[in-house]
């Protein structure tokens, strides 16, 4: 097995939780490489498949022709943020017809981009650009961000965003780099360099600069934000008796979801179908280990 393609991760569990009926139209808000769609589609089901990475969506089209011409298949590249009008502007046009009967969100990044040579979210790549855009239509790039923001607001972003402990210690680095160096701050080479100097040891298995990229890559692509706006677009979309599936790989992904889930319980607007996240198997965190931090959580809602 190739396994520098994107894996699905929870695929059986994120398909049985969507309750997949032959006809019923379902939304992927997070296409990547189709791994969950395509399985919704062996059972029978329509997909609308988001996905605001134009690469990720014009791969999507060359292999998912098939689905595309039977009409099986919508592919938008788009920001699921813009969910509600995304569907209404398919219903206008009569390309979709029909209830949405599940959405699907599988957040963050997809191994394809994250091991790209050229779009700077993988450490292992020292040549590539500190560019870290998901969507190349956004204005400001990770290396932006290392030469306007203040050490406070670096910091903030390595702790709040990445949880990363040494935060002050590089960002104080970072402004201090930019005063003589500034093309030091334009690839991932040199900022993977300046971490390593600037952590006084390793936390457990992860690679130094692990939390920092994170950081860096969640707050060029506003992804915290887009998940807050999205979910109360999917609740109002999806249809009574319909679910929503998340799979979240750090805190501040499930946070949100599992926030907002409990308030949706509450205010009577459907229910949680398990209170706790369902976690992958022991043998689906052998075979991709990436599999390793998902949280699964369901909400349905009310008929
Ligand atoms: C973890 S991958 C999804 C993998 C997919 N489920 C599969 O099995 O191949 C996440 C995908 O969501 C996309 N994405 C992340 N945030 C998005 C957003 N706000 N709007 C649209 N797509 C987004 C990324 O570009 C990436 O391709």
């Known amino acids: 097995m190739n396994n520098k393609t994107h894996q699905p991760v929870m695929l059986k569990e994120a398909i049985d939780a969507l309750q997949v009926k032959a006809g019923r139209w379902y939304v992927d808000a997070t296409f990547g490489r189709g791994g969950h769609s395509q399985a919704i589609l062996d059972q029978g089901g329509r997909v609308v498949g988001l996905d605001f990475d134009e690469q990720t969506i014009d791969l999507a089209r060359r292999r998912f022709s098939e689905a595309l011409e039977n009409n099986s298949l919508i592919l938008v590249r788009e920001n699921f943020d813009k969910l509600t009008q995304i569907i209404e502007q398919l219903k206008q046009e009569k390309v979709l017809s029909g209830?949405?009967?599940?959405?699907?969100?599988?957040?963050?990044?997809?191994?394809?981009?994250?091991?790209?040579?050229?779009?700077?979210l993988s450490f292992e790549h020292r040549q590539a650009k500190l560019d870290m855009r998901l969507d190349n239509r956004l204005g400001v790039k990770a290396s932006d961000l290392l030469k306007v923001l203040t050490v406070k607001q670096l910091t903030q972003i390595f702790e709040d965003l990445g949880g990363e402990e040494q935060a002050k210690k590089i960002a104080k680095a970072i402004v201090r780099v930019r005063e003589n160096n500034p093309a030091d701050l334009e690839v991932v080479g040199s900022l993977v360099a300046l971490i390593s100097a600037n952590k006084s040891r390793r936390s457990g298995h992860l690679h130094p600069a692990t939390k920092v990229f994170q950081a860096?890559?969640?707050?060029?692509?506003?992804?915290?934000?887009?998940?807050?706006?999205?979910?109360p677009q999917a609740l109002a979309l999806v249809n009574p008796g319909g679910r929503i599936v998340t799979i979240a790989f750090h805190e501040g992904e499930d946070r949100p979801v599992k926030q907002i889930f409990a308030e949706w319980e509450e205010q009577e607007k459907g229910v949680r179908i398990s209170k706790k996240p369902i976690q992958p198997t022991e043998t689906e965190i052998n075979q991709n280990p990436r599999s390793r931090s998902a949280k699964l959580r369901i909400f349905e809602r009310k008929e």
């Open 216 to 231: 860096l890559r969640i707050a060029v692509n506003d992804e915290l934000d887009n998940i807050e706006r999205v979910l």
């Open 99 to 120: 209830q949405i009967w599940g959405i699907l969100f599988d957040f963050g990044t997809s191994t394809d981009q994250l091991m790209a040579e050229d779009r700077g």
